[in-house]
């Protein structure tokens, strides 16, 4: 059965337009990549109060997320976006995993 995640990032103040902006943009190559990871459905949300982004993927039950950190097209991209968000020392956004506490089917 699919598995739904989410986990919050931090954008840097200011940054909102630039984050949608690159998104709208974002490399064909990563898409594809996603998607063969077994990733779908896969939102981002803004709170412009506090810059928090909200992600919300599905993954299926032979996912393969695990292995996109080593992929030069992530590297890629978390490079072209370490500018405008928290990133640690790698380049990696820094991400804290979010616990469901509530479902309704």
Do not use: C
Request: glycine share 2%; no cysteine.
């Amino acid at each position: 059965m699919p598995d739904r995640i989410a986990f919050r990032m931090n954008l840097f103040p200011g940054q909102a337009s630039e984050y949608e902006r690159r998104h709208d943009e974002i490399f064909p190559e990563l898409v594809v990549a996603l998607k063969e990871a077994g990733i779908s459905d896969y939102t981002i949300w803004l709170d412009p109060e506090t810059n928090h982004l909200f992600g919300i993927l599905t993954r299926s039950d032979d996912h393969t997320l695990d292995r996109l950190p080593d992929t030069e097209i992530m590297k890629r991209w978390w490079l072209h976006m370490r500018d405008i968000m928290e990133t640690h020392p790698d380049n990696v956004p820094v991400q804290v995993p979010l616990k469901r506490v509530f479902y309704l089917p």
